[in-house]
Structure formats: structure tokens, C-alpha cells
């Protein structure tokens, strides 16, 4: 992915999107927004302890720079389950939705940039150039061990017929497994993916494991038929990295949330 600038929002850019016809589609850092500190500065968390008016303002930024208008900019109240809503009607505002309690968005409609908040949890991103169908999942340990991709993308089959092997997908900066050690209650969750456990997590002492959440949605996202070279990943460990991200475990909780973002021309 490419580091680029829209207005003032600075972001990576999942290349295999934008060149497949995308309107917008990217991974906001935390720069230029108008939070101060600790949510210096482009918190875009709706469920933090900043100035609403500051996360609004920020909101706006990331909207306009797009071309969107705020009120078409689709946020949910994220719980780490795996709920998905479904928009498939046009939609002048989209604030209504933002008390909804679910952990994904899809939608078929032009305009509404859909997005996914998150402070270690890993955001992705699903784009079916076929149907024109985009999707923003949230997939902490808890979404990924009860497969919210494969939800999503059996979802986007049922609800708009997309062909999974057309989608491409795009993972956006999580924590690490440098920086992400989990216990036993992480691993027995995984009990229905031995497959993904293996290949995403590494044992490290007793009853504690480093977990590699990219890597475990890696693997879902080719289970489900798409391609490897149709996936796009990062190698950025938003732990490790505060200059360019927020981090809920590097800054115990009082942190702000960047957006994994994406809407359709």
C-alpha cells in the first residue's frame, strides 16, 4: 500500500482498489486532524472520550476530502461481534445508523463512504468490481474467530450475487504479533479454525501465544476463494508506530481510532 494525501487526510492506499475503479478506499494514520492530545489529532472514534465537536470536525475533514458529504459518511457502533448491516437503498443520511450495534457495513450504493474504526483491531476492506459492492468489516480476535469476513462475504453472494473469486480485498494496519500476546480464552475461540490458529499464531510460554491477526484474515479471505494476488496487505504494526497510529493497548485505552474507509464512484 502507498502513503498518500487527500486534502489533510493522510492515509495508505490499497492500490489494487483504487486502480479497479473505486471512488475512495484507504487506512487514515492519525495525522492533521483538530483532536488534541491524547487523540492528536485525526481521531475519527465516535466512542472515545474526545470533544464530539473535535471527532465531528475530523469526520468532516475525512468526508470532504473525498467528496463526500458528512452526512452520507456510514459509521456503526462497533461490539466485536459479527453483525452485518446491509444497504442496499439510496441514502441521503446515514447518521441514523451510527447507534446501530454491529460489526460490518456493505453496500451497492454510490456516494455513502462506509467506513470501520479501529485502535489495534484489524479493518477490512472488500471491493466487487463485477456487482459493484464494497464492504468494511471489523475483525478484532473476537470477529475473526467467529469468521466475520466469511460472513461478509457470504453476505455480498446472497444479498448481491457477487462471485468471490471477483472480489478484492484489502487488510489495513492492526497490532502486530510483535506487540499482541493473547492466553488461552483467545486460543480455545479459535477451536473451529486449527487451521488459521496454526498458521497465525506462535506459542511463546505457557498458556501464551503471539497472535498475527493479519495473517489469521489473511488465510480466511483466501479460503473463501480470492485469488492471494488479490488480497493487499501492510506490514505496519500500529503499536510499534505512533507516529502514524493510535494503539488502545500501547496507550491503555485513552486513545483515538483511525478508519479503514471505502466508497463507491
Known amino acids: 500500500m502507498e502513503q498518500k494525501k487527500a486534502g489533510k487526510i493522510h492515509y495508505l492506499e490499497p492500490q489494487l482498489m483504487t486502480s479497479a475503479g473505486m471512488a475512495a478506499a484507504g487506512f487514515t494514520t492519525r495525522h492533521e486532524g483538530v483532536?488534541?492530545?491524547?487523540?492528536?489529532?485525526?481521531?475519527?472514534g465516535l466512542n472515545t472520550?474526545?470533544?464530539?465537536?473535535?471527532?465531528q470536525g475530523n469526520r468532516s475533514l475525512l468526508a470532504r476530502a473525498f467528496g463526500a458529504h458528512t452526512e452520507r459518511l456510514l459509521t456503526v457502533s462497533q461490539v466485536h461481534g459479527t453483525d452485518i448491516l446491509v444497504v442496499d437503498s439510496p441514502?441521503?443520511?446515514?447518521?441514523?445508523?451510527?447507534?446501530?450495534?454491529?460489526?460490518?457495513?456493505?453496500t451497492n450504493q454510490a456516494?455513502?463512504?462506509?467506513?470501520?474504526?479501529?485502535a489495534d483491531?484489524?479493518?477490512?476492506?472488500?471491493?466487487?468490481?463485477?456487482?459493484?459492492?464494497?464492504?468494511?468489516l471489523h475483525a478484532g480476535w473476537k470477529g475473526t474467530a467467529n469468521r466475520i469476513v466469511p460472513k461478509g462475504v457470504e453476505a455480498m453472494a446472497s444479498q448481491f450475487g457477487t462471485n468471490p473469486a471477483d472480489l478484492i480485498a484489502a487488510i489495513g494496519p492492526g497490532i502486530g504479533p510483535c506487540c499482541y500476546e493473547v492466553d488461552e480464552p483467545v486460543r480455545a475461540a479459535f477451536a473451529q479454525e486449527p487451521g488459521v490458529w496454526k498458521e497465525a499464531a506462535r506459542e511463546t510460554g505457557k498458556g501464551k501465544w503471539r497472535l498475527d491477526l493479519a495473517v489469521a484474515n489473511q488465510q480466511q479471505i483466501a479460503a473463501c476463494g480470492i485469488a492471494p494476488a488479490r488480497i493487499e496487505t501492510t506490514q505496519h504494526c500500529v503499536s510499534c508506530t505512533p507516529e502514524l497510529f493510535f494503539s488502545y493497548r500501547r496507550d491503555g485505552g485513552d486513545t483515538g481510532r483511525q478508519m479503514g474507509f471505502i466508497m463507491l464512484s
Open 91 to 106: 441514502n441521503e443520511d446515514v447518521t441514523h445508523f451510527l447507534k446501530l450495534e454491529c460489526d460490518g457495513i456493505i
Open 121 to 136: 483491531c484489524i479493518p477490512i476492506l472488500l471491493f466487487d468490481p463485477v456487482q459493484r459492492v464494497a464492504a468494511a
Open 49 to 55: 472520550l474526545d470533544s464530539s465537536h473535535s471527532v
Open 35 to 44: 483532536s488534541r492530545p491524547p487523540y492528536n489529532s485525526l481521531n475519527l
Open 111 to 118: 456516494g455513502i463512504m462506509i467506513g470501520i474504526g479501529v
